[in-house]
């Protein structure tokens, strides 16, 4: 419902939006600027009844293609919800077959990124913020030796307000040693991205229009104020004897084993390894007959809104 006040003589709609928004103060003594209204209220049929408040919580927004970006935060919000946010993922290995190796080599899966599930943090209002978005690394395509590619870093940061997150990508997979007719290589497992550089998390509260942020549980851990390095991808290994069949290794899961799985390993050298999603690793290729490609990891995301508490 719109507000009008007086202006002049002439009644105009309070505008609370925009860089310089409207506000509302009340007289204390000679001055009406040093006491700032958050909330007004008024009684109708006996019911109090709320017709103003300072700030609402923004819907939320999502950035989930890697590059970086940057975003305002209004000039009346003083938090940030990060809903989701993950590191890249790295890229799954190839398999490998061999002549006459007395064995055959599956390709491991790469790993997901650093995470973020409903976590609250401070900004300040009107400050522009910078977003990282990390991408997800290359499958790897080397035969018997030769490294996936890492997930990038996924960052938030902010002009005034300084750094505000880093979550690492998801580590290589790697692969050493082989010939076409042995030895057989090894197969390296890749690593989770790492978590760095976090500001003070804000871990109770109440917005200016009624929300409890201990109550923020949409995000993919479905548990207020929750973080973590990511997963590594599975590593199958070898198996023995010529021609043998193995199946690649699944991509590590993003976000700590929530319902965004990693890519799934190729069964045998006739299925590639799938591409990962949302900061997840990429399934490693399997072998028999031949060998099949590795998936590459997922791209990192950041998913967010302002608030004022």
């Known amino acids: 419902m719109p507000m009008y006040v007086k202006d002049g003589g002439d009644w105009r709609i309070l505008d609370t939006s925009?860089?310089?928004?409207?506000?509302?103060?009340c007289r204390d003594s000679t001055s009406f600027t040093n006491k700032t209204i958050?909330?007004?209220?008024?009684?109708t049929g006996g019911v109090w009844k709320e017709f103003y408040t300072i700030f609402e919580t923004t819907t939320l927004e999502t950035f989930s293609t890697a590059g970086i970006f940057t975003d305002r935060v209004p000039a009346l919000a003083n938090r940030i919800h990060i809903q989701s946010a993950v590191g890249g993922g790295s890229g799954g290995?190839?398999?490998?077959?061999?002549?006459?190796?007395?064995g055959?080599?599956?390709?491991?899966?790469?790993?997901?990124?650093?995470?973020?599930?409903?976590?609250?943090?401070?900004?300040?209002?009107?400050?522009?913020?910078?977003?990282?978005?990390?991408?997800?690394?290359?499958?790897?395509?080397?035969?018997?030796?030769?490294?996936?590619?890492?997930?990038?870093s996924t960052t938030l940061s902010g002009a005034t307000t300084g750094p505000i997150f880093t979550l690492g990508g998801g580590a290589a997979a790697?692969?050493?040693?082989?010939?076409?007719?042995?030895?057989?290589?090894?197969?390296n497992a890749s690593a989770g991205g790492t978590r760095s550089g976090f500001a003070t998390a804000i871990t109770s509260g109440t917005t200016v229009d009624g929300l409890d942020i201990t109550s923020f549980t949409g995000g993919p851990r479905g548990t207020f104020n929750q973080q973590g390095d990511g997963t590594a991808g599975a590593n199958p290994?070898?198996?023995?004897?010529?021609?043998?069949?193995?199946?690649?290794?699944?991509?590590?899961?993003s976000f700590a084993g929530s319902s965004n799985t990693g890519g799934i390993g190729g069964a045998n050298g006739n299925t590639a390894g799938?591409?990962?999603?949302?900061?997840?690793?990429?399934?490693?290729?399997?072998?028999?007959?031949?060998?099949?490609?590795?998936?590459?990891?997922?791209?990192g995301e950041i998913v967010f809104r302002y608030l004022r508490l």
Request: glycine residues 34%; charged residues 15%; hydrophobic residues 25%.
């Open 18 to 25: 925009g860089d310089t928004p409207d506000q509302m103060y």
């Open 38 to 43: 958050l909330n007004a209220y008024v009684k």
């Open 274 to 299: 799938t591409a990962g999603t949302r900061g997840a690793g990429g399934g490693g290729g399997g072998t028999e007959p031949g060998s099949s490609q590795g998936g590459a990891g997922g791209a």
């Open 104 to 152: 055959e080599s599956a390709g491991p899966g790469g790993a997901s990124g650093a995470f973020i599930s409903d976590m609250v943090f401070a900004v300040t209002g009107g400050e522009q913020l910078t977003l990282v978005i990390g991408d997800g690394g290359a499958a790897g395509t080397g035969v018997y030796s030769g490294s996936s590619g890492t997930g990038g």
């Open 174 to 187: 790697s692969v050493s040693g082989g010939g076409v007719q042995g030895p057989l290589r090894t197969n």
């Open 237 to 253: 290994g070898n198996c023995g004897g010529d021609n043998c069949t193995i199946g690649g290794g699944d991509g590590g899961d």
């Open 93 to 102: 290995y190839r398999g490998a077959d061999y002549d006459k190796a007395g």
